[in-house]
C-alpha cells in the first residue's frame, strides 16, 4: 500500500495522483491496526459485526413472515407473542456482544500501538492521548484527500507522507542510536574516572 501510494504520486500524467495516493495513505493506517487482530475480549474468533448483522436481518425477515402481529403494510399490529420474544432475546445478546467486543477508535489505535512497541509497555495514558491525537489529524487529512474534500499541493501532500513515515518509524523501529549515545557518554565517563 505504502510503496503503491508512492508510486501513483509520481504519475505526473495523472490528475487525481494525489488523492489516489492518498486513498493508499488511509488504507495503510487503517490495516496496520489490524495486525493479529485482538477484540476488547481477547478473542480472535468472535465474530464480526457484519456476521451478527447479516444473521439478526435474516432473523428478522423469517419473524415478519411467522408472525402475525407483523401486516402486509408493514406496520407491527399483533400482540407479543414467541416469535417476537425470541428476537428481543437475540437482540439483547447482540448489543451484550457489542458493548463487550467493539472499541472505539481511540482504543483500538492504543491497543494497535502496544503490540506494535517492541518493548511491549505502555506508555503512560498523556504520550498515548498525544500520539492518538496526532494520528487521527493525519487520518482525517488522509481521509478528505482521498475523498476530494480537501486538495494539497504534492509539496502539502509529500510533507505529511513524511509525517507518518517519521510517526511510524517510531512506532516499528526501535529509536537506539538515542541509547546507544548515552551508553557511550556513559562509557566515556568510566575511562575519564
Known sequence: MYLGGLHVLHETGNPDCVAQSAHSMRELMEK????????AAGSQNAGSMGQKVDQLKRDLVKLKRNTKGYSDAGVWT??????LSRFLRKLDIFFDWVEANRQSRREQFQETLFRLDPYERPLPKPLRDLRYDEWKQMNE??????????FPSRDEFR????????????????????????????LQERDDA
Open 141 to 150: 487529512f488522509f481521509q478528505k484527500t482521498s475523498h476530494h474534500r480537501s
Open 159 to 186: 510533507e505529511k507522507i513524511g509525517e507518518l513515515e517519521l510517526f511510524l518509524a517510531g512506532v516499528l523501529v526501535p529509536r537506539t542510536f538515542d541509547d546507544l549515545n548515552a551508553i557511550d557518554a556513559l
Open 78 to 83: 399483533g400482540p407479543f407473542n414467541e416469535h
Open 32 to 39: 496496520i491496526g489490524e495486525l493479529e487482530p485482538v477484540n
